[in-house]
């Protein structure tokens, strides 16, 4: 329903029943954008929430709940025409418009990142294909990786590169990158794309690829949410490994022991007697006792298994006693995906937790130049954080994670740093350093910010300028300074990405706290 002109109407009254319209008026048009693009998304058939509605507050829940938003309304279209449909409606009345597939933004971007966006919800798109001759997959952006990873095994036998945790959503995690433990043989996420269905700013449909809409193709792979809204992505598929190996060892260390032990780790990811068939990271977290840093080696193998243990047994011979039992597990490839999880697959299983999945958390993160080691010096600052920051701060779920992405057989830096939008590609690790409150509810405590930027600074002031790091946009943090994350993000790449932006979206309706800015 349209408001009424309220103003061509007092026109016809006396004139102080034409000032009290004005004012009602202005009422009317200071409350009315809601009401119209409520009433547009109506005509089209289109579900929303709106703040006024009961089912608001659950659609507009943030995954991380240090930062709850609310949006103009949340939008919950079935079809591509519907998406283009729904981000129309909202550049004609001047309201960004963000995507939101799996919801676990580190900075509440699905939601827009900041109040008063209209959020486009995929999850009414969740079609899975697998073409059994080609084995290309076309995927409804609306999915969750575990939901994936069943579909695609079951459907085919086949798997894609992919993070750990089910609950993760396509939309984000392929539009940024992508990080598993295959990924150092089959490459990130985004690698994997050859294609994608693309609602563009003007509402126009169109299919990118290598062929078609080349640049709009590249720019998708690595800072998709500035450029569109994508509804499928295409991917080319792998062959599921028959018999991965899952591994978890453990090891709680006094501050001198750690420091060496990180360094031993830093050795062994440049070790050339690593092979692509294994990924695996060095987890930190607070120790057994006071001061002490527990040590986690956790990963997997994709090769024969006979041949997994003397790829660890250098880095495990050389290291302290573990302090618990290790944990080596030979299964299918779906109870692989499990044993990582720490949970069953499906989005729909309650045991998997879709309705109080949340956490209360700040997290910045660093990719390492492959050409330059970490310093003793960092190291040691970094252990020495842990060690009585780590004990002191009252965020005390923290964990410092080293994800191996490098090595000299990774296949994430086999594709040049020019390639697609993703620019980290010479990177030994990408670190992620992360604190939640301690019951992973709010309120966030106020050392929290404090005792991760510690982290972090940990490693940069003791390096020299030649130690070139990046950040990861899937670990993506709110509080970079514009100049930081043009840099840390993108690199080389951003004003190339400014360009394709200018072309795509001049106006700029698809805007966010970290969007890339047309021209
Ligand atoms: C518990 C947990 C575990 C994680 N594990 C890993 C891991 O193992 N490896 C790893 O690499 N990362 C991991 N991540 C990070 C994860 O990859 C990112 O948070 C990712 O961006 C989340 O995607 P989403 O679709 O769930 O989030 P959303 O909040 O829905 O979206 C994230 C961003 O992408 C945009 N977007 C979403 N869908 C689309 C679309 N279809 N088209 C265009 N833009 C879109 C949104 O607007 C937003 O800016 C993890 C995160 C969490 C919370
Ligand atoms: C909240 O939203 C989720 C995701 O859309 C949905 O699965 C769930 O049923 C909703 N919960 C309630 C209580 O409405
Ligand atoms: C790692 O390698 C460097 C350079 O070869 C060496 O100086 C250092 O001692 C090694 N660290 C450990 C813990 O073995
Ligand atoms: C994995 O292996 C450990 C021993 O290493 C064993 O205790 C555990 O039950 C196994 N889990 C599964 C799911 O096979
Ligand atoms: C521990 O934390 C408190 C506040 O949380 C701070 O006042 C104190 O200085 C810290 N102590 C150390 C040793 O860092
Ligand atoms: C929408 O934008 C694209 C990309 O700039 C352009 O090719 C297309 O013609 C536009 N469509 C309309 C209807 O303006």
């Known amino acids: 329903m349209k408001p009424p002109n309220l103003l061509t109407m007092a026109n016809k009254l006396n004139p102080l029943l034409a000032l009290s319209l004005i004012i009602l008026c202005a009422a009317a048009i200071a409350a009315g954008s809601d009401l119209t693009l409520q009433s547009i998304l109506d005509d089209d058939g289109i579900a929303a929430y709106f ?9 507009s829940r943030s995954f991380n709940l240090r930062l709850p938003l609310q949006p103009v309304a949340v939008a919950y279209p079935n079809t591509p025409e519907e998406v283009a449909r729904a981000v129309k409606a909202g550049a004609s009345l001047g309201i960004p418009v963000s995507a939101r597939s799996g919801r676990h ?37 609306g999915n969750r990786l575990g939901d994936i990873a069943i579909a695609l095994f079951n459907q085919a036998g086949r798997a894609l590169p992919h993070g750990t945790c089910p609950l993760v959503g396509i939309g984000g995690h392929a539009s940024y990158g992508g990080y598993g433990f295959t990924s150092r043989q089959w490459g990130l996420t985004l690698d994997a794309v050859i294609g994608a269905t693309v609602v563009l700013a003007n509402g126009t449909i169109v299919e990118a690829s290598a062929l078609q809409y080349p640049d709009l193709f590249w720019a998708l792979r690595g ?14 598929t792998f062959a599921a490994p028959t018999q991965p190996t899952f591994f978890n060892y453990f090891w709680s260390l006094p501050l001198d022991q750690a420091v060496s032990a990180i360094s031993l780790y830093q050795n062994f990811s440049f070790s050339p007697a690593i092979p692509k068939e294994i990924g695996f990271e060095l987890n930190l977290f607070t120790g057994t006792n006071e001061g002490e840093i527990k040590l986690n080696l956790q990963g997997s193998y994709y090769g024969s298994p006979e041949n997994f243990e003397p790829i660890v047994e250098p880095f495990l011979n050389a290291m302290p006693d573990q302090s618990t039992e290790p944990q080596v597990n030979v299964t299918s490839w779906l109870e692989n995906q499990e044993l990582l999880a720490g949970t069953t697959l499906a989005s729909t299983d309650p045991s998997t937790g879709l309705a109080v999945d949340h956490d209360t958390f700040y997290t910045k993160s660093l990719t390492t130049p492959l050409d330059t080691p ?9 252990a020495t954080w842990m060690s009585v920051e780590g004990w002191n701060t009252s965020a005390k779920n923290w964990f410092v994670q080293l994800e191996l992405y490098g090595g000299i057989s990774s296949q994430i830096q086999t594709v040049p740093s020019d390639a697609t939008a993703y620019v980290n590609r010479n990177s030994l690790w990408t670190i992620q350093f992360y604190a939640s409150s301690i019951d992973f509810m709010p309120p966030y405590p ?10 972090y600074n940990s490693v940069t002031a003791n390096e020299p300028d030649a130690y070139k790091y990046g950040a990861y946009a899937n670990y993506i943090d709110p509080l970079l300074t514009s100049e930081e994350w043009h840099r840390l993000y993108y690199g080389s790449n951003y004003d190339r990405l400014r360009q394709i932006k200018t072309k795509f979206d001049p106006t700029g309706v698809f805007t966010f706290p970290q969007s890339i800015p047309p021209l």
């Open 374 to 382: 970490m310093s003793l010096d960092a190291i040691t600052a970094l």
């Open 51 to 59: 703040a006024d509605q009961p089912d608001y507050q659950n659609a």
């Open 446 to 455: 106020e050392d929290g910010i404090p005792f991760v930027d510690g982290l």
């Open 223 to 236: 800072a998709a949410p500035s450029f569109g809204i994508i509804t499928h992505f295409h991917f080319h």
């Open 105 to 141: 933004s580190y900075a509440a971007y699905g939601l827009g990142g900041v109040n008063g966006h209209l959020v486009v919800d995929l999850s009414g798109i969740k079609d899975i294909h697998v073409d059994k001759v080609t084995g290309i997959a076309v995927i409804g952006a």
